[in-house]
């Protein structure tokens, strides 16, 4: 078996040949081996957890999307308020370095929901980013935006970390786990609330509608799934409807009457008990499923010319059809991935950009424009190191082409 079918079997991430490829040389060059074939052959169980750690991608921040934290809060307040003695059950999956469940704890604290009234779970494939989320101290990194005055009711420097507060940290419960391989049958309708976002932008399409499937039977019939936005189109293909709620990407297992009501929508750029949410040129809007672009021949690459034509138009709605057409004939397209990021751009949703480019960089980390642009971006969002970063792979990528052209 080679790389990169390994990694996907094991991972079940949609991984390129030359990410795959790249890994197992960073680990031979760490070993001091030179036979590929025969290291993938004897590979143990903790080499390949060690691989692994290679190709996971465990990105986060605290309160990123802050609209999504504050929706989760006006449904667990509602729920308790019908039911006082419930314990509600929130599931963060990936959990990354603890961000997101962090989060989730901090704005149930500052909606003063009892510690006993909930219970937040946490599973991550890598045991280094869980390391990291137990241990619960951060860089400066994991604190974007302008409004920060969360770190300093929850966290304690250190230096130049910062230690979150212990009796957040004994709020949740961090485990390992990999999606595809959890055992539904004992978890069935465990969760009134599931954080599932950005991961099913890693998967193929039947992968992406196995993890839906067990996501589906975790989910209590009344529960919310939230979900990153170019994620929402696969769940509405799968069993889910997308709610409305501001700046938040909320799905339901059905129709129900009920649910609408209990997501009522903040007052502009005010979230009860979290942080400020982003200004309207930060804030992404809500989803819609995209329609299905029409094509006589289904050939991606002219799907990609078409959606290039109509952004230079200003149809970015359009563009983005186009390009989800060519992402579902194929789905590791990076060129697909780089374009929804421009049209994201453009339409005024960074942090959805954010996200396409980054999947088109881990699709084709040579990618020059994605990584320019992520440079960009992340030093917009005051993150100069990962910018300086993503600044020198470019250079390295520019360098290289240079060179060629001179050998020929």
């Not at 990618?367 to 917009?380: D, G, K, R, S, W």
Request: charged share 20%.
């Amino acid at each position: 078996m080679n790389a990169q079918d390994l990694l996907r079997d094991h991972t079940g991430l949609d991984l390129s040949a030359q990410v795959a490829q790249r890994a197992v040389a960073s680990r031979l060059a760490l070993l001091g081996l030179t036979d590929a074939d025969a290291y993938l052959r004897s590979i143990t169980p903790q080499e390949l957890k060690a691989l692994v750690e290679l190709v996971v991608v465990p990105e986060s921040w605290m309160f990123r999307d802050a609209e999504a934290f504050a929706a989760a809060i006006r449904f667990v307040c509602a729920r308790l308020a019908e039911a006082p003695g419930r314990m509600l059950r929130i599931l963060s999956i990936p959990c990354a370095g603890g961000e997101e469940p962090y989060s989730i704890a901090m704005a149930l604290a500052d909606a003063g929901v009892a510690h006993s009234a909930t219970l937040i779970e946490a599973f991550d494939l890598s045991e280094a980013a869980l390391a990291r989320a137990r241990a619960g101290r951060y860089t400066r990194n994991a604190f974007r935006g302008v409004d920060l005055s969360f770190r300093e009711r929850h966290f304690t420097q250190v230096g130049l970390e910062y230690q979150i507060n212990e009796a957040l940290r004994e709020r949740v419960k961090f485990s390992q786990a990999n999606l595809l391989e959890i055992d539904t049958a004992a978890s069935v309708g465990r969760y009134d609330i599931l954080f599932c976002r950005n991961l099913l932008i890693y998967f193929d399409a039947a992968t992406t509608a196995t993890a839906i499937a067990k996501l589906r039977l975790m989910l209590a019939d009344d529960g919310l799934l939230f979900a990153g936005y170019a994620e929402v189109p696969a769940f509405c293909s799968h069993g889910f409807t997308a709610l409305r709620s501001p700046g938040a990407f909320v799905l339901t297992k059905d129709h129900r009457a009920d649910l609408p009501a209990i997501l009522p929508a903040a007052a502009p750029n005010r979230a009860p008990s979290a942080p400020r949410a982003p200004r309207a040129s930060e804030r992404p809007v809500a989803a819609k499923a995209a329609p299905r672009a029409q094509t006589p021949d289904g050939d991606p690459l002219l799907l990609l010319q078409q959606a290039s034509r109509l952004a230079d138009q200003g149809d970015y709605t359009g563009a983005a059809v186009a390009c989800h057409a060519a992402l579902a004939l194929d789905a590791n397209s990076a060129d697909a991935c780089y374009l929804l990021g421009l049209v994201s751009e453009c339409a005024g949703k960074p942090g959805v950009a954010d996200d396409y480019w980054r999947r088109c960089v881990y699709l084709q980390p040579d990618h020059y424009e994605a990584l320019c642009h992520l440079a960009l971006l992340t030093e917009n969002n005051g993150d100069a190191t990962q910018a300086e970063s993503f600044r020198q792979r470019a250079a390295r990528v520019y360098s290289r082409h240079e060179y060629r052209k001179l050998a020929r």
